[in-house]
Nanobody
Framework: QVQLTESGGGSVQTGGSLRLSCAAS????????IGWFRQAPGLEREFIAG????????NYAVALQDRFTIYRHNAETTAYLQKNNLKADDTAVHYC?????????????????WGQGTQVTVAA
């Protein structure tokens, strides 16, 4: 069991960057793969990226992989999502999630624990 808290969201201009954080408490981060998802108004929750327990294996949504990077620092009990060259369509609530799976899964149903989300707003 692990509790996740996202932070780092906010409002940025088109072309700007943000780094989102996913901090773990009440659990050991290194026991879990971590996934990042986003959900824009009126749309389904969308996979962004996933990372293995060690941080050596990653999985990215094809449409986003050139601009976003997932990584983690287990000693800090935190995982991150670096978002560069942001566009208006990146506006969404962003969630991190954890699972005991051993591959960086892309499906929501593969994740057991979810944070409350952090809002990213990109001004056109």
């Amino acid at each position: 069991q692990v509790q996740l808290t996202e932070s780092g969201g906010g409002s940025v201009q088109t072309g700007g960057s943000l780094r989102l954080s996913c901090a773990a408490s009440r659990g050991t981060l290194s026991n879990y793969i971590i996934g990042w998802f986003r959900q824009a108004p009126g749309l389904e929750r969308e996979f962004i990226a996933g990372i293995t327990q060690s941080g050596t294996g990653t999985n990215y949504a094809v449409a986003l992989q050139d601009r976003f990077t997932i990584y983690r620092h287990n000693a800090e009990t935190t995982a991150y999502l670096q978002k560069n060259n942001l566009k208006a369509d990146d506006t969404a609530v962003h969630y991190c999630a954890a699972s005991v799976e051993t591959s960086p899964a892309a499906a929501q149903v593969d994740y057991d624990y979810w944070g409350q989300g952090t809002q990213v707003t990109v001004a056109a």
